[in-house]
């Protein structure tokens, strides 16, 4: 077989590098709820703070929770006047 390129052989064998010291260092992250739960995870950064997680989430905790977004929606109407 015959490739046609060079980045196709070397998909073909496998390794197909990454450019060097371009890329952010991934590592373990600690993830913090609003409703107190963390736990860890991958990502670039080293801590995360979320609203939402599994713990406290309707879909999986089967109850209803009452999320504030009111206050991002009065502050759109007031900064364009609507």
């Known amino acids: ?27 373990e992250s600690i ?13 670039v ?5 979320v609203e939402i997680c599994s713990k406290c989430h309707p879909f999986y905790t089967g109850r209803q929770k009452l999320v504030d977004s009111g206050g991002r929606v009065d502050r759109f109407k007031k900064r364009y006047g609507i």
Do not use: N, W
């Not at 998909?11 to 590592?27: N, Q, S, T, V, W």
């Not at 950064?45 to 703070?49: D, I, N, T, V, Y």
């Open 1 to 27: 077989m015959v490739a046609r390129h060079e980045s196709e052989m070397q998909r073909k064998r496998g390794d197909l590098l990454m450019k060097k010291d371009i890329h952010p260092a991934y590592g």
């Open 31 to 43: 993830v913090r709820c609003a409703c107190g739960e963390t736990f860890t995870t991958g990502s």
């Open 45 to 49: 950064k080293g801590e995360l703070k």
